[in-house]
C-alpha cells in the first residue's frame, strides 16, 4: 500500500466474534500468498462493515445493503483483483436480501462473508432477521438454505469463531473457488455479540460439522437440501462445507475476463454502433 493508509484501530467490543473472522481472513489470505494490491475487500454496514479498514487491502465502505452489486462491478471492471465483500446478517440479509439472491443467480467470481449474530449491534440490540426466539414471533431467515435452492449458487458453507482452524480451511476454500473463476463463494460465519446477544455456548452444542460425516454429498444440491432441511427441523444447525458445484458464472456471461476487464472495454460511439444500427433495423423489417 501507499505511505498514506494505515489500517484503522479497531473498535469492536471485547469478545466480539468478528476478531476470529478478521483473524482468519488475514491468515487466509496470507496462506494464498495474496499481497494487499492483489486484494479488494468491499464492506457493508454495521459493526462488521468496519473490517476492511483492518485489513490493509483495498477498500471500500458500501452503502447500507448493496455491497453484493458494488463487489460484482469491481470484479466486472477489473478481474485481476481478489475481491472480498464483508458484513453483517443485517445488512446482508434485511435491506441487502434482494441482492443476496440475485447474486447466487448471477454467480460472479466473488467472496462474500457475511457475520452472523442476530442482532443489530451498532444500534443497540434491535432484532435482525436470523434472530431467534423473538419477542414479535417472527420465523428467522436461513441465507444457507435459501442459497441451496437457487440452481446459480456454486458454493455455500457456514463456519463459526469457536472452530478457528476449520473457518480458516472454509476460507481457504473460499478464496481459492474465486480465484478459479468459478463463481460466488459464499460463507456465513457465526460470530457471536458479547454485548447484545452473547450465546457463545449454545453453538456447540447446535451445530453439526457436515465436514466430519464421510457420508455426506456436498455436490449433490437435491440430497443435500433434504438433509439440511431435516437437521433443522431437529433443533441443529449445518456447519462446515453444505455445497459445492458447477454453474455458468457471470464472467461467463459478459465475456470480462483478466484479459478483457470491463474498465478497460472501448464503449466509443463508433465501435459500437453498427450493433445499436442492427438492433434499429430489427424494429423496421
Excluded at 469478545?15 to 481472513?25: D, I, K, T
Aim: glycine share 12%; proline share 4%; net charge negative.
Amino acid at each position: 500500500m501507499t505511505d498514506t493508509y494505515t489500517p484503522g484501530e479497531i473498535i469492536w467490543c471485547s469478545g466480539c466474534g468478528h476478531f476470529g473472522v478478521e483473524s482468519a481472513l488475514k491468515q487466509s489470505l496470507k496462506n494464498h500468498s495474496l499481497e494487499p494490491h492483489e486484494t479488494m475487500v468491499l464492506a457493508g454496514i454495521g459493526c462488521s462493515g468496519t473490517i476492511q479498514n483492518y485489513i490493509g487491502s483495498y477498500g471500500y465502505h458500501s452503502l447500507h445493503g448493496r455491497v453484493l452489486p458494488t463487489a460484482t462491478g469491481v470484479a466486472a471492471a477489473n478481474p485481476a483483483l481478489t475481491v472480498i465483500a464483508a458484513g453483517g446478517d443485517g445488512d446482508g440479509y434485511a435491506i441487502g436480501c434482494g441482492h443476496l439472491m440475485h447474486t447466487f443467480r448471477r454467480n460472479p467470481s466473488i467472496f462474500y462473508i457475511v457475520m452472523n449474530n442476530g442482532t443489530y449491534g451498532l444500534t443497540k440490540g434491535q432484532p435482525s432477521p436470523t434472530a431467534v426466539s423473538r419477542a414479535d414471533h417472527e420465523h428467522e431467515l436461513d441465507a444457507l438454505l435459501m442459497g441451496l435452492t437457487i440452481s446459480g449458487s456454486s458454493w455455500l458453507a457456514r463456519g463459526y469463531v469457536g472452530h478457528m482452524e476449520q473457518l480458516v480451511e472454509l476460507m481457504d476454500a473460499g478464496l481459492k473457488h474465486v480465484r478459479e473463476k468459478r463463481g460466488f463463494a459464499f460463507l456465513e460465519v457465526i460470530s457471536p455479540c458479547t454485548t447484545f446477544n452473547d450465546n457463545y455456548p449454545s453453538w456447540r452444542e447446535i451445530l453439526v460439522n457436515l465436514d466430519a460425516d464421510e457420508s455426506y454429498d456436498k455436490g449433490n444440491r437435491a440430497t443435500a437440501i433434504g438433509h439440511y432441511a431435516e437437521l433443522i427441523a431437529s433443533g441443529k444447525t449445518p456447519s462446515g462445507l453444505i455445497y459445492e458445484g458447477n454453474a455458468s458464472t457471470f464472467e461467463d456471461a459478459t465475456g470480462v475476463t483478466a484479459d478483457n476487464p470491463a474498465a478497460l472495454q472501448n464503449l466509443t460511439v463508433s465501435k459500437h454502433i453498427g450493433k445499436f444500427q442492427e438492433y434499429m433495423d430489427a424494429y423496421t423489417m
